[in-house]
């Protein structure tokens, strides 16, 4: 990371902060001793709208997380909540990253202006992985992520883009019109990049303890990908080694994408009320995967081995685009949304 100094925000947005996790503490405590499970889902409503009232918008995600009937998932979100709790009442202690990491999970983001003054900045030929979109329907945003590797150093990116819900435009946007240029105005957009491309730029991260968030600085003209082989691919073990690692270094990191090589897929549970689930098989080791796109994922690949890029949260991985022996492309609508209530993924 950068070790240019980023000047940090006014401390009353802090002290407002610190009162919000205060409150949430106590308010932990008191869920604990009458019983998580028995907790009415309303509960965390008035939590997350207290949050709000105290400006960390990025902890009230993460509490509406365990809005829900599922008690093991409730925990799990609940257990998540008092880390972040913890990290940010011991933050000045932290290392430069992890504190970077805690400020931008409660919701103190960097403008992209700082990034691009103090971010890390990286130059290499970048191929786009895969793009997904959700819908986080309690901030109201339409969420898109697009994953990006280096083909040279193997540097994972991830580039977020939010949307209010009802004035969502698709994404990627569509190519400006051709028309004389304005040397007084500001540059021409470029082309919007699909999934697939790959061209020559600078990613500017975001401080972390593991950078991931990214923006695109500059970036040459874009063309198609054409290898057989997608840079980082490796088997299952090795992912989770290296997922493990990012854990350790990022606790509050909630995805990461993976390329995974020569794999195979099986359906579980075919179902039209929720997404499909499935396995992916590699060698002796498998790990679930979940998307709304299994026919299309299973008539692509024909019980051939393949490469799949897809991310992983933690629990199950979600297909986002495949390499097979015809090229590489992304899995179903680009415009692919999972409504949901809780943090954005950096």
């Known amino acids: 990371m950068n070790s240019r100094s980023v000047k940090p925000p006014k401390r009353g947005r802090e002290h407002n902060i610190d009162q919000g996790v205060a409150l949430l503490g106590e308010a932990l405590e008191d869920l604990v001793r009458q019983g998580l499970v028995r907790a009415p889902e309303d509960a965390f409503e008035v939590l997350s709208r207290r949050l709000v009232d105290a400006q960390a918008g990025g902890l009230a995600g993460w509490i509406q997380a365990a809005a829900t009937n599922d008690p093991a998932v409730r925990v799990a979100a609940l257990g998540r909540v008092q880390l972040l709790v913890d990290a940010w009442r011991q ?3 932290l290392s430069p990253g992890l504190h970077a990491d805690v400020r931008a999970a409660v919701g103190i983001a960097l403008r992209e202006a700082e990034v691009v003054a ?3 900045h990286v130059r290499d030929t970048w191929i786009v992985l895969g793009r997904a979109r959700d819908v986080d329907l309690y901030r109201r945003l339409e969420v898109t992520r697009t994953w990006l590797r280096g083909t040279d150093l193997g540097r994972t990116a991830l580039e977020l883009r939010f949307q209010p819900l009802g004035n969502a435009r698709p994404w990627p946007p569509k190519p400006a019109r051709p028309g004389p240029a304005d040397p007084s105005g500001p540059p ?3 082309p919007a990049l699909e999934v697939g491309a790959t061209f020559e730029g600078t990613l500017a991260f975001w401080p972390s303890a593991f950078p991931q968030r990214a923006l695109i600085h500059e970036r ?3 063309t198609p990908w054409s ?4 840079p980082g691919r490796d088997g299952i073990d090795a992912a989770l080694a290296e997922l493990g690692r990012i854990l350790a270094d990022a606790p509050l990191h909630e995805r990461c994408c993976v390329v995974l090589g020569d794999v195979r897929v099986t359906l579980d549970r075919p179902s039209r009320a929720a997404p499909d689930t499935g396995t992916v098989i590699d060698g002796d080791l498998a790990l679930p995967w979940r998307t709304p796109h299994a026919l299309e994922l299973l008539a692509t690949t024909g019980g051939a081995p393949f490469d799949l890029v ?3 949260d933690g629990e199950c991985l979600r297909p986002l685009a495949l390499q097979t022996e015809e090229g590489f492309g992304p899995l179903g609508d680009a ?3 999972a409504q949901g209530g809780g943090p954005d993924g950096r």
């Open 118 to 120: 103090h971010g890390d």
């Open 188 to 190: 021409a957009p470029l």
């Open 335 to 337: 415009a692919d949304r």
């Open 227 to 230: 290898g057989t082989r997608l």
């Open 310 to 312: 897809a991310e992983w």
């Open 91 to 93: 933050r000045d202690a």
């Open 220 to 222: 040459g003209p874009a």
